[in-house]
């Protein structure tokens, strides 16, 4: 026959062992503690089981969980003191506390379960490492607990504190989870992260709406396959130098469309300064740049015009004078006397070949007073349909000469803008002028109108009605590297004397003076796109400076 002392302790290990079963498979304290009570009650009688949880910061203790049948007014949730409780002593002593009979209250706080009915209570300290809590057994029979419970109690209460310290850290860990990845999400950059064989191991919520991925989906998928499905062709893969250097890099990386992105690459390594990830953050700057560039341009170009202003004007008094004498030779030159003459044999050759460069020059400074001159026309509210179909007229002639086809798409429920005629005719010329000459024979030439909205680049005309212009070529392209050159004054790549490089940055001009936007796209070897922007029914620059209506 087992003694009862033996069927008690085979109890303990059969609670104890159970405990720790439950600790290792569940991360849930309610679980742990719903289990441990049941089995208690089976070894010790209670009215209420309660475990509390203390809080450093706020030094109160908190109804964590709680078996009872009693209706009492401690709930779960309600915080007790610490001062002036036996819970509390229980805490700042790292010790059991047994109240016999709470007839005597040796703590004057405990008079609250002295008044909901309790008459005896045994408080056991949770401990790992630092204090977590108390676990209480309450009875409403006085006498209840003796030291002899403390023989079950203590080691529960150190399994207790095991599930509970892994229960608060879960808790915490999972808060920080979620903080970081609430952090992660909210960056409007594309952000992820790769594992050192460029696998994507994370991708903030950014890049997946991008890329048209979910979280799973993109999760392994190479970066390579990251960069085209954003449109950005990549050679080598992008953060190579990271994984080898393990260091920050960065590139600037150009995408489709003329997108421009900027890529910084971050290793992450571990103790040993071993690579296991790499942090890619793309940002995309296409508009930033554009912006960037624009004001760039702007501002040279202003600054050009007033120089250019002066200087022409100083050099078209002499360069008049020089004609004029030169024609008198000429004129000269044809007396037979003179020409009889073996040393004047040249003469009428090369006042000729003087003439003729005068002429050119005159030309090269008219242009260049053009760009430089305040728009001098006379703003009105025109059909750019109609406008581009006079300048069309003026250059079949060469098109025709170049077999050059050229198609119209004309959108015919454009609105009307309000523009300056000549201007505009001056600008489209050029642009077309341009599509012809840099298009090798029978090249196709397609000039398209539509509607659009607001003008690129300039966001206090962003929500206003207007027209895009575009015009295609069939041509050799300009290379990426040229592309922010082209509307640079004097910037060509016509042989030397053919051209001013100027059409481009009057064009640019002229679409400045009307509050538009210029652009192209060009790929090399496969034609250009000039894009133009030009505000609907809306007065240039809003100033009161034209006054000519
Ligand atoms: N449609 C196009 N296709 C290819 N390259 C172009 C095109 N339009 C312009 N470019 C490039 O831009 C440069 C600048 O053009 P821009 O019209 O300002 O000057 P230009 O044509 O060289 O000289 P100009 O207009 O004075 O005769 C050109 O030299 C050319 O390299
Ligand atoms: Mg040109």
């Known amino acids: 026959m087992e003694s009862a002392s033996e069927q008690k302790n085979l109890a303990i290990f059969n609670l104890i062992s159970e405990l720790s079963g439950i600790i290792n498979s569940s991360l849930s304290i309610g679980t742990v503690f719903r289990i441990m009570v049941s089995e208690i009650r089976k070894l010790i009688g209670y009215s209420r089981a309660s475990l509390l949880l203390f809080n450093e910061k706020e030094n109160n203790l908190l109804i964590f969980a709680l078996d009872t049948e009693m209706n009492t007014i401690m709930k779960k949730g309600v915080k007790a003191p610490v001062k002036g409780t036996s819970a509390g002593w229980v805490i700042t002593h790292n010790k059991p506390w047994i109240n016999r009979n709470l007839d005597e209250l040796t703590f004057p706080l405990d008079k609250k379960l002295h008044d909901e009915g309790i008459r005896s209570t045994i408080s056991i300290p949770l401990v790992h490492d630092k204090i977590l809590g108390v676990f209480n057994l309450d009875s409403t029979e006085p006498e209840q607990y003796s030291e002899k419970d403390l023989q079950v109690l203590l080691p529960v209460a150190k399994h207790i504190s095991i599930a509970l310290e892994n229960a608060l850290l879960f808790q915490e860990i999972s808060r920080e989870k979620k903080e970081w990845e609430r952090t992660f999400d909210s960056i409007t950059d594309m952000v992820w992260i790769e594992d050192s064989r460029q696998h994507v191991i994370r991708a903030n919520h950014t890049l997946l709406k991008k890329v048209g991925l979910s979280a799973v989906e993109i999760t392994g998928r190479k970066c390579d396959e990251i960069f085209a499905r954003i449109g950005i ?59 960037e560039q624009q004001l760039i341009r702007s501002d040279r170009l202003a600054s050009l015009g007033t120089l250019v202003a002066g200087i022409a004007h100083e050099i078209n008094n002499p360069l008049g004078i020089i004609a004029g ?49 305040p728009s001098s026309g006379t703003y009105r509210e025109i059909d750019i349909n109609e406008l581009i179909k006079e300048v069309i007229l003026l250059v079949n002639h060469r098109a025709k000469r170049l077999k050059h086809t050229i198609e119209l798409r004309l959108n015919r429920d454009l609105p009307r803008i309000y523009a300056d005629p000549g201007s505009l005719r001056q600008l489209f010329m050029n642009i077309i002028m341009n599509s012809m000459y840099y298009t090798p024979e029978r090249g196709s030439i397609i000039i398209m109108t539509e509607m659009s909205t607001g003008i690129r680049g300039k966001k206090f005309l962003e929500d206003i009605p207007s027209i895009t212009v575009l015009v295609s070529d069939t041509g050799a392209g300009i290379p990426a590297d040229l592309v922010d050159k082209v509307f640079d004054p004097f910037f060509t790549t016509k042989p030397v004397g053919e051209g001013t490089g100027l059409g481009l940055s009057i064009c640019h001009k002229i679409v400045e003076d009307h509050n538009g936007s210029i652009n192209l796209v060009s790929e090399e070897g496969n034609g250009t796109t000039f894009d133009i922007q030009l505000p609907a029914q809306l007065r240039p620059n809003y100033g009161p400076s034209y006054d000519n209506d």
């Open 325 to 373: 004498y030169a024609e008198a030779l000429l004129e000269r030159s044809d007396n037979a006397d003179l020409r009889s003459l073996p040393e004047f044999e040249d003469f009428p050759e090369y006042l000729q070949t003087i003439h003729n460069e005068i002429f050119r020059c005159k030309d090269i400074l008219s242009s260049l007073l053009d760009f430089a001159r």
């Open 233 to 291: 062709a990549v050679r080598e893969p992008a953060c190579a130098v990271t994984i080898t250097s393990k260091r920050q890099s960065f590139r600037e990386m150009k995408g489709t469309g003329g997108s421009i992105f900027n890529f910084w690459a971050y290793p992450l390594t571990d103790e040993e300064g071993r690579l296991y990830a790499v942090v890619h953050y793309l940002k995309d700057v296409s508009s930033q740049k554009g912006l």
